[in-house]
Each structure stands twice: as C-alpha cells, then as structure tokens.
C-alpha cells in the first residue's frame, strides 16, 4: 500500500499535541491550509510523508490507492514515489507535515 491513513479515535488532539508527538517521532512538522475546493495536481515526493490533519477536510487522490478522504485527527502515510493529488472539502482544511526518513535497508545476515 502507497498510501496509509491511520483514522482518529476518540477526542482528536489539539493541533500542539500533535506537533508534539510527530517531533517525539524525530520530525519536523509544518502547518499549512488551503481554503475551500482548492486543488493540488498530480505530483510526487523523494521521501516518505507524514501528514495529519487538523481541521477541515482533504481528499488525496492516488493512483494505487485510490481516493482517500482525511478529517481532523487522521493520520496520512505516503511512501515515496507515490503519484497524488489533492481536493480540499467544503471548509478549507489545515495540515500539519512532515517528511519522515527513511528506514535504513536490513543488514545481511
């Protein structure tokens, strides 16, 4: 799977807890938004990114996985290489990403 959301449960957690618990994984979060029906086109990253949402709503378009809609505390994963774009829902959205590194290759054994 290119694409790996990891859906809120519970109380979603404030925007400053979350920044929290990504730089705890070794990231560097960032925010932005984008306001309603904005669009990104198809591109793709080099790296692995982490990306949660924190308000609003947005709908990742990808080719393998197809469409896959994020709401406040939902947790996307996408690997590198992965083709996506992106539609913002009626509300706009806010986002908080972060690149991940990647996991080093297993020694031989």
Known sequence: MAAHVTRSEGPTMAPAEIESAMR????????????????????????????????????????????????????????PGTAHAATVGRAGVECVEAPAPSPSPSAPA
């Open 24 to 79: 705890a994984e070794g990231l560097d979060p960032r925010r932005w938004g984008n306001g309603p029906g904005d669009r990104y086109g198809w591109h793709d990253h080099g790296y692995h990114k982490v990306l949660y949402c924190l308000s609003g709503s947005i709908v990742f378009h990808t080719r393998t996985d197809g469409d896959v809609e994020l709401h406040p505390g939902d947790r996307l994963e996408i690997e």
